[in-house]
């Protein structure tokens, strides 16, 4: 029989996911313990509301209000936050790694603005970090880029990360609903918040792009780099005239490492309908990336929920467990600089145009700006242009001079 | 800066995927280095042909035909095999793995035929078993199932796991071509051998199944648990019907985990064209699991060719090299036995049945059977019935007394 390694584990916040995490460990901890070798102990909850513990079957003896109780218990390794946003979650996290602790986190936006400060602070307390669950919930996209591709260089990312979009963009897609309708149902099944800007406008993808990005390129991708763009202008007409076409519609997260420039940046795209992303539906979240050596790959799975991130997070906490001697840091421990020159200053995409009208206007401006047309269709009296890859300044520059611009959307083949 | 450590690795032949890896190693030995602190250097490569060699740039100083030469020499840690088939690859690896040599292999019919012996052998030596590159090519899959579900019970896979047939079914469903002149083609671009039976036949498949399930269940499912059927028998007709009715064809690995019993299988498939898998095409494989946690979860990619699988022997190789004082083994190390008990004796399945004429008869065994029909439909002059769940025996005695049925193809959702 191998030995059985102890570890204790605090948990912050038992929520949504961080109830999902503690059902696991408390139902797989017998299972872990055989399979892994690894007895797993919830040493301390850190959460006010009390009913929501009793409700979860926690002890209330290992139920605390007060950071230090975690700091300071020499019982726990490993701390897994689930409080969602920047503060307080870093400054705890932050204790806590000086204290020598492992961090696991699901929490994209602290993780994507404050890497470097939790870099350092693990540094200094011989800790580690861990958040698969980060992106793509379930599914290990974070180990794959970490552990599984070192004879690659990663050239390009794209990633439906955002559960919430792809459930909305589906519904208009699969039934022609328009945006504010798909938007109020995605808000009443609990798929989007009420306040959805966060995943609407593009931010969460955002996030996970900075983490993913930074990981496939070994540069840090900071959230500043990369280019913005939500779904709320996005008509069911112009998915429509896509599908026609042979596109179906994402909101992607977007990298791509060329000639050592990386650009990055979340937008609607068109992808073909034949694509392994487009059958990606609802909910469903997927990382597509094209490795030198290994070409490309998919992962697909449940990009959130209580189970499914717990899922991630209680593979961490097993991984982070296995690694106390050796916590896992990255290459920027050492250097946190971001320079410029890594970064393309604009971005190059293929475009779809949909113009209403004066169908000689646009020719004349895409002729101007050295834009190559690639199919002309009319349809309803209107135009659609499909475009050979242009600069994004080029291509808005180009369409300032038409007034007639209905639609456009971005198309990676 | 952190320490490096120096690894010493040895090859056992550079074909097609031993020159892959040869080539990854080099090109990347600097960028390994860098990122993942490790300095791998081939030490000695086992071949004969001294030409082939000579192409790959490897000094003919270390050149070997002797195995002892690997097995002697102290300063390689991790053997990687490139032979294929079982011997004298099994023969060699237990030489190393005694010798306390970690492996690295992609030779999923020697691994699946000897896992308890090389289990055995690298216990006695004190090495470990790494083999990524055994099952879907470059894709991260056995990593996946050993490091990234922790949390989970598996409940059951569904692979796209050999190249040459989703190839040679892709052409056939696409193009309307039938089975001997789509494997005729495959054989002139180099998708399939001259002797096509390990694919075609399903072998190559079932081997992967072994190694798979095995891990999913962590129980060892022997090949001789696994019901195998190639693509041979497939029609264009039947592929045909079943995309009328909404299917796609796909040779699946099927394995599940229910009540405790594992039923395993290698077979022609319909599956609904929405689902994920249908989207994989070609020479592309995938694997698509379920766990009780984390829910439906697929990992996509090359499952063949010297690059994509030379990367996941890289990646094992690295993996390994971290591992030297720890090496991977896995819980049969202690227990080999095969538990008749552990297995079901005959599997459920939903059924797509193709009858010629007599449509009363083929209803009549149906109802005799009590199998369910879902839907029948009369298509030029004969009759397409999909059915219920029924056990494959309960089918098969049932259609043995309806002497016109054209096609049988099993169906999953």
Chains 1, 2 share one sequence.
């Not at 959460?47 to 950071?67: F, Y």
Request: charged share 25%; net charge negative; proline share 2%.
């Amino acid at each position: 029989m191998a030995e059985i390694k102890k570890v204790g584990v605090a948990l912050l916040g038992v929520g949504v996911v961080g109830g999902g995490t503690y059902e696991i460990l408390t139902t797989k901890r017998e299972m872990i313990k055989k399979n892994d070798n690894i007895d797993i102990e919830v040493k301390c909850v850190l959460e006010r509301n009390i009913e929501r513990c009793k409700q979860l079957g926690i002890d209330e003896k290992i139920v605390s209000q007060n950071i230090d109780d975690i700091v300071n218990n020499k019982d726990i390794q490993i701390v897994a936050e689930f409080f969602g946003g920047v503060e307080p979650a870093k400054s705890f996290l932050i204790k806590c790694l000086k204290a020598g602790k492992s961090i696991v986190t699901a929490n994209k936006e602290m993780f994507s603005k404050s890497w470097p400060e939790l870099e350092a602070a693990a540094k200094e307390g011989g800790a580690g970090l861990y958040f698969e669950a980060s992106c793509v919930g379930g599914v290990p996209v974070i180990r794959a880029l970490t552990d599984s591709m070192q004879g690659n260089a990663i050239t390009g990312l794209k990633g439906i990360v955002n559960g919430t979009t792809n459930y909305i963009l589906s519904k208009m897609s699969d039934e022609g609903v328009d945006y504010d309708t798909c938007l109020k149902e995605a808000q009443k099944l609990g798929y989007a918040e009420a306040n959805p800007t966060a995943d609407v406008d593009g931010f969460d993808a955002m996030y996970k792009n900075s983490i993913l990005s930074s990981l496939a390129y070994r540069k840090r991708v900071p959230i500043d780099k990369i280019y913005r763009e939500g779904i709320s202008g996005v008509s069911v007409d112009d998915i429509n005239y896509g599908k026609e076409l042979g596109y179906a519609i994402k909101l992607l997260a977007i990298s791509k490492c060329l000639d050592g420039k990386i650009e990055a940046r979340v937008h609607p795209v068109f992808i073909p309908a034949s694509h392994p992303l487009a059958s990606v539906k609802g909910s469903f979240n997927a990382l597509y990336m094209h490795g030198d050596n290994v070409d490309d790959v998919m992962f697909y799975g449940r990009g959130a929920g209580a189970l499914p991130t717990g899922s991630a997070i209680v593979s961490d906490i097993v991984f982070a467990a296995g690694k106390l001697e050796k916590p896992r840091r990255f290459y920027w421990e050492d250097d946190v600089t971001v320079n410029d020159d890594d970064f393309a200053s604009d971005f190059v995409s293929k475009y779809y145009v949909r113009v209403a009208g004066n169908k000689a206007a646009a020719e004349k401006a895409f002729s101007g700006a050295k834009i190559e047309i690639l199919k002309s269709v009319e349809k309803d009296g209107q135009v659609i242009f499909l475009t050979g890859e242009a600069h994004e300044s080029t291509m808005k520059n180009a369409l300032a001079a038409v007034d007639s611009v209905k639609g456009l959307i971005r198309v990676e083949d």
